[in-house]
């Protein structure tokens, strides 16, 4: 047993798998403009509960503001020998910036672009309806987890020159996701 116990904690470590452990962001007192409620609740959640950060109800009291818009779209992947659609792509882009209480750009605006493939049939529409709000969620929470992960690259309110935070932006189309 406990030899099982030894090689499990052996393989984990060596596959490289770490627990999330606490974030120390630069900012102490975080307000989020925009975005949705959903959105915004998992943000302060993950914020508050994985470092010493407080997300703030007023942009008066913040360190920094973080902005957020989202946009949701539905595309055709594939058609049938008929045109019927068989399957759809459904994307999710969370646009993000981060601004210090002086104005300076802490992070300048950036996107998280991401997509999901899903199979289509008239004869399951309510159904498929709810399978793409599940997957819109998923996407959602999925694009907050990235935003934490990206928050902590900023390592001071005022940045020497050429220490600023890289804007990410996808630079081409997103592939179709593989089936």
Do not use: W
Not at 71 to 91: A, F, H, K, M, P
Not at 101 to 126: C, E, H
């Amino acid at each position: 047993m406990l030899l099982t116990l030894a090689c499990s904690v052996l393989m984990l470590s060596a596959c490289g798998f770490q627990l999330r452990g606490q974030q120390d962001y630069a900012f102490k007192r975080l307000f989020i403009a925009g975005g949705s409620p959903a959105a915004n609740a998992r943000l302060t959640r993950l914020v508050q509960g994985g470092s010493d950060t407080v997300v703030v109800s007023s942009v008066a009291n913040a360190d920094a503001t973080l902005t957020l818009a989202e946009g949701r779209g539905l595309s055709t992947l594939t058609l049938n020998s008929l045109g019927v659609v068989e399957e759809y792509q459904i994307n999710l882009s969370m646009s993000y910036s981060l601004v210090g209480k002086d104005g300076t750009v802490l992070i300048p605006s950036s996107v998280i672009s991401l997509n999901r493939a899903m199979t289509y049939s008239d004869q399951y529409s309510q159904a498929k309806v709810a399978e793409s709000d599940i997957l819109f969620n998923d996407m959602e929470s999925d694009a907050i987890d990235q935003l934490t992960r990206r928050l902590s690259i900023v390592r001071s309110l005022h940045p020497a020159p050429g220490q600023e935070a890289p804007a990410v932006v996808p630079r081409a189309p997103l592939p179709p996701p593989p089936l």
